[in-house]
Nanobody, 121 residues
Framework: QVQLVESGGGLVQPGGSLRLSCAASESINWINDMGWYRQAPGKGRELVATITSGGSTTYADSVKGRFTISRDNAKNTVYLQMNSLKPEDTAVYYC???????????????WGQGTQVTVSS
């Protein structure tokens, strides 16, 4: 069964940095688009950044210039480098990916379990 496992969240002071990682299990054929979303308390889930299998990226306006999404296709892993963090970046961050599981020729959408990022002094 396909799993996305996130790591790298935590508590950081305003202006600090964190790097999130999300690794897909090995029971897959291929991965298309990958991305990061976040959900702050009392708010809906919002897109943070996406990256295609070819490396094209998109970002939410609120994180442009501060966050960088990247991926290592050989490791089935997507990263989110977050710099100049602000208190309003506090949220649970979720990894998302379109994956073709082993034994299937279709892709399905999968979510990670989420990792907490708290920006506070």
């Amino acid at each position: 069964q396909v799993q996305l496992v996130e790591s790298g969240g935590g508590l950081v002071q305003p202006g600090g940095s964190l790097r999130l990682s999300c690794a897909a299990s090995e029971s897959i054929n291929w991965i298309n688009d990958m991305g990061w979303y976040r959900q702050a308390p009392g708010k809906g889930r919002e897109l943070v950044a996406t990256i295609t299998s070819g490396g094209s990226t998109t970002y939410a306006d609120s994180v442009k210039g501060r966050f960088t999404i990247s991926r290592d296709n050989a490791k089935n892993t997507v990263y989110l480098q977050m710099n100049s963090l602000k208190p309003e970046d506090t949220a649970v961050y979720y990894c998302n990916a379109d994956i073709s599981p082993r034994g299937s020729f279709r892709t399905s959408n999968f979510w990670g379990q989420g990792t907490q990022v708290t920006v506070s002094s």
